[in-house]
């Protein structure tokens, strides 16, 4: 186990609604990653934040937001939820942006 | 722009043969490359890395791939399956030291037959 969690492990919304989700970093971590794993593909970088402030964005949408606490740990945002972003949520943590990546065991969201 | 083609979505091999997994990658400077496993219902786990260091880039578990830059290749191999390799496995390419775009291989599912 790589001491990153996260949570809920499931959650089932419907459309248009909203959705957090947390990411507890590994301790001694200051850099979270987050990544949507759609079924059958690989993951795909949304954004990392690095010591509070947001570091790299990937291809996504406005409503994809996130936020990274003092404790380093994080929570993504996905409002006006859409059928297409039913997935698997990975966050990964790491000291500063030059070192391993360790991953979480991910939160799967459907949206019905 | 930076990229990771993984050639085959399904490989299946018998239990004590070799493991071939292949992947090509497309970069605008010279990238840093890993391999991770991904078992069901657990989190991604690093295999291995190459960061411009030696080509040929040992991991866990017996897994090994090596750099080509002449053929943009970082194909993982190991001598000999074991019925817990069994995973899906990607390959990643990112900027050299620095993490925050790691782009993803579709992944190559691993069938390890008894």
């Known amino acids: 186990e790589t001491g990153v969690t996260q949570s809920p492990t499931h959650l089932i919304k419907t459309r248009g609604q909203q959705v957090t989700l947390r990411c507890s970093s590994q301790?001694?971590?200051?850099?979270v990653s987050w990544y949507q794993q759609a079924l059958g593909q690989g993951p795909q970088f949304i954004f990392q934040y690095y010591r509070e402030e947001e570091n790299g964005r990937g291809n996504f949408p406005p409503r994809f937001s996130g936020l990274q606490f003092p404790n380093y740990s994080s929570e993504l945002n996905v409002n006006a939820l859409e059928l297409d972003d039913s997935a698997l949520y990975l966050c990964?943590?790491?000291?500063?942006?030059?070192?391993?990546?360790?991953f979480g065991p991910g939160t799967r969201l459907t949206v019905l | 722009a930076q990229s990771v083609t993984q050639l085959d979505s399904h490989v299946s091999v018998s239990e004590g043969t070799p493991v071939l997994l292949r992947c090509n990658y497309s970069?605008?400077?010279?990238?840093?490359l890993f391999w991770y496993v991904q078992h069901p219902n657990k989190g991604l786990q690093l295999l291995l890395k190459?960061?411009?260091?030696?080509?040929l880039v040992k991991g866990i578990n017996g897994f090994e791939a090596e750099f080509k830059k002449s053929e943009t290749s970082f194909h993982l191999t190991k001598p000999s399956a074991h019925m817990s390799d069994a995973a899906e496995y990607f390959c990643?390419?990112?900027?050299?030291?620095?993490?925050?775009?790691?782009?993803f291989g579709a992944g190559t599912r691993l069938t390890v037959k008894p």
């Open positions: 970069s605008s400077y010279s990238p840093s």
């Open positions: 990643v390419v990112s900027r050299p030291y620095n993490n925050n775009d790691m782009r």
């Open positions: 990964a943590s790491s000291f500063a942006t030059p070192n391993e990546q360790f």
């Open positions: 301790s001694g971590h200051n850099t």
């Open positions: 190459y960061t411009s260091a030696a080509t």
